[in-house]
């Protein structure tokens, strides 16, 4: 009669990297089994898994970097039906205490997953939201390029010659692009007149391109936003850019989030105390995704612009002695609770939830 041994039950730790990621494996009450490194391709990968499952059955898995380095190795994991648990890299307290290498990193990612403090559900990156992160990319930076490109211009136009600063003086943006990129600068090149007129040609040719590219990636973007979430920016003060910067913060998978209250959370729109003495007040989370904070920000200012109920609101907080600043943390906590309710059911049409209280 064969003997039948049972499988103990391991949890697995992977501190990620570029060309290799680090395993480590403990079982289920923290003991070290084994370390290795595997290459980050496929092969690598499913080494990396027949290596896991040597030692036991596999509970889950902690990865550094679901979001980097592990986002592909994520993805394999949770193809072959493992549990993949997002950690954080260790704080400099626990650094200091422990040391730092990638055997000891893959180890602590292991018994965060074990003992509870890790567990976060990485972003799949399967869908359409990681589509719309990808372009958005290049959008971000095309913008950022162009913005330094216009800057340039206007900082060579006022250390040039006083023949092509006065000529160049007082004109929009627009114009001075058209104008500078249909110029034609004649002389030598050791002349500075003739010197800044090639560069600022060559700058606003430089800003045109840029700003064809930003039209392209919001022509890409604008249909697929659109699709992923039609209701969301329906929403007031919402566009493309600022429902594309929430979506790209939930994931692919928004129901990873446990409540509207963890999606504030991760905007850095959740109220904590801030209170000393005889002051009795909250302040907003510092920490989270400053990119969403800033997309709550950017929403809060149009519609205390525009949205005759967030002025109505504005206007009633004013009188009861509130600051402008804890208005805006209150409308951003408002923004994220609304918004929470598009993105886990977004083909629901709901009214929305700001409202004068």
């Not at 980050?40 to 059955?57: C, F, M, N, V």
């Not at 060559?202 to 249909?223: F, G, K, T, V």
């Amino acid at each position: 009669m064969a003997e039948q041994t049972d499988q103990i039950a391991v949890v697995g730790g992977i501190d990620t990297h570029t060309d290799f990621h680090q395993a480590a494996v403990i079982d289920s009450i923290g003991r070290h089994l084994a370390t290795e490194a595997f290459p980050t391709d496929p092969d690598g990968y499913r080494q990396l898994l027949e290596w896991l499952h040597s030692h036991g059955d596999v509970m889950a898995v902690g990865v550094e970097g679901t979001g980097a380095y592990g986002a592909e190795l994520a993805r394999f994991l949770r193809g072959n039906q493992v549990t993949v648990v997002d950690v954080d890299r260790p704080d400099r307290r626990a650094r200091r205490a422990n040391g730092k290498s990638d055997p000891v990193d893959a180890y602590a990612a292991a018994t965060a997953v074990l003992s509870g403090r890790a567990g976060g559900t990485p972003k799949t990156r399967d869908g359409i939201v990681e589509a719309i992160r990808s372009l958005r990319v290049v959008r971000r930076s095309a913008v950022k390029s162009r913005t330094q490109t216009i800057n340039q211009i206007r900082g060579l136009i006022i250390t040039a010659p006083a023949q092509v600063r006065e000529r160049l003086r007082g004109l929009s943006t627009t114009a001075l692009i058209t104008h500078l990129s249909r110029s034609r600068p004649t002389g030598e090149l050791d002349d500075p007149a003739r010197a800044v007129r090639t560069a600022l040609r060559r700058l606003a040719r430089r800003y045109q391109y840029l700003s064809e590219e930003i039209n392209d990636a919001n022509a890409e973007l604008r249909p697929l936003v659109a699709q992923a979430a039609p209701d969301l920016v329906a929403l007031p003060g919402l566009g493309t850019e600022t429902a594309a910067q929430f979506l790209i913060t939930a994931g692919d998978n928004p129901d990873r989030l446990r409540s509207e209250a963890s999606f504030a959370h991760l905007c850095a729109a959740a109220p904590i105390p801030a209170s000393s003495g005889r002051t009795n007040r909250h302040r907003l989370n510092r920490g989270g995704d400053r990119q969403a904070n800033n997309a709550l920000h950017t929403i809060a200012l149009v519609r205390m612009r525009w949205d005759p109920r967030t002025q109505n609101y504005v206007a009633k907080r004013t009188a009861e002695g509130m600051s402008k600043k804890d208005i805006l943390r209150c409308l951003k906590r408002f923004i994220a609770r609304e918004v929470y309710k598009h993105l886990t059911r977004p083909a629901t049409t709901q009214k929305p939830l700001l409202q004068t209280a």
